[in-house]
C-alpha cells in the first residue's frame, strides 16, 4: 500500500468554524489531490499540488483552500465550514500527471458540518 | 455538466456471470481512461486503464472497451465474484493534464 496517512479520520463540527485536514504521504511523490466525495456526484476535485508551494483549483474549490509547505504534507483547510462541506474526503499522490503514473488514495476523513 | 457520466447508480448480478459497467463522456479532449474500484471506509483502488490508440485492454478477468466515436467505455467482469462488490468509479483525462475527472460511480453487487 502506499504511504498515504489522511487525519483526522472522522471530525464533527459546527457551522462556522474552520476546519483543517491533512495528507501526510512517504512516497515522495510529487502531485498531491484533494478530492471530495457525495452521492450522485462521485469524486471531485477540490485542489492539487504539483510541488512544494505550486497548487490549483479544481472543480469544486469556493470554500476551500491549501498549502503545501512541504513534499510530504498537504493540507486542506475550510475557513468557516458550511453544511454543504459534508462528505467524505480524500487524498491522493500520483509520481506523474495521471497519464503517465496512475493516482494512490488515502482511506478518506469523514467530515459532518452540524 | 459532468464530463464522465455512468448512468446507472446500481447493477446487480448473480456469481458466475458477467458484469458490463458503462461510462459516456463528451469531452473530445480525453485520451486516456481508468477505472477505480472502491471499497465501503477505503480509498479507491486502481483497477485497469486504457489509452485512446486502443479500443480494448485486458487483465483478467477484467476488460475495458473504448469506443471512441460514441464517448463510450464499459468495464466487463467475467465470471463475476461476491469480493467484486463495490463501487466502481470511471475516470478521464487528457495527455500530460495533471488531474482525473470522475464520473458518479456504480454501485456492483454480485450475488452468491
Known amino acids: 500500500d502506499a504511504g498515504i496517512t489522511q487525519s483526522p479520520r472522522h471530525k464533527v463540527t459546527e457551522t462556522g468554524t474552520p476546519v483543517t485536514l491533512r495528507c501526510h504521504q512517504t512516497?515522495?511523490?510529487?502531485?498531491m489531490y484533494w478530492y471530495r466525495q457525495d452521492p450522485g456526484h462521485g469524486l471531485r476535485l477540490i485542489h492539487y499540488?504539483?510541488?512544494?508551494?505550486?497548487?490549483d483549483k479544481g472543480e469544486v474549490s469556493d470554500g476551500y483552500s491549501v498549502s503545501r509547505s512541504k513534499t510530504e504534507d498537504f493540507l486542506l483547510t475550510l475557513e468557516s465550514a458550511t453544511s454543504s462541506q459534508t462528505s467524505v474526503y480524500f487524498c491522493?499522490?500520483?509520481?506523474?500527471?495521471?497519464?503517465?503514473?496512475?493516482?494512490?488514495f488515502g482511506s478518506g476523513t469523514q467530515l459532518s458540518v452540524l | 455538466d459532468q464530463q464522465v457520466k455512468q448512468n446507472s447508480p446500481s447493477l446487480s448480478v448473480q456469481e458466475g456471470r458477467i458484469s458490463i459497467l458503462n461510462c459516456d463522456y463528451t469531452?473530445?479532449?480525453?485520451?486516456?481512461f481508468l477505472w477505480y474500484k472502491k471499497y465501503p471506509a477505503e480509498g479507491p483502488t486502481f483497477l485497469i486503464s486504457?489509452?485512446?490508440?486502443?479500443d480494448k485492454n485486458e487483465d483478467g478477468r477484467f476488460t475495458v472497451f473504448l469506443n471512441k466515436s460514441a464517448k463510450h467505455l464499459s468495464l466487463h467482469i467475467v465470471p463475476s465474484q461476491p469480493g467484486d462488490s463495490a463501487v466502481y468509479f470511471c475516470?478521464?483525462?487528457?495527455?500530460?493534464?495533471?488531474?482525473?475527472?470522475f464520473g458518479s460511480g456504480t454501485r456492483l453487487q454480485v450475488q452468491p
Open positions: 491522493a499522490i500520483s509520481e506523474s500527471v495521471p497519464s503517465n503514473e496512475k493516482l494512490f
Open positions: 512516497e515522495n511523490h510529487r502531485y
Open positions: 499540488s504539483y510541488g512544494v508551494k505550486d497548487t
Open positions: 469531452n473530445s479532449m480525453f485520451d486516456y
Open positions: 486504457i489509452s485512446s490508440i486502443k
Open positions: 475516470a478521464a483525462t487528457d495527455t500530460g493534464r495533471r488531474a482525473l475527472t
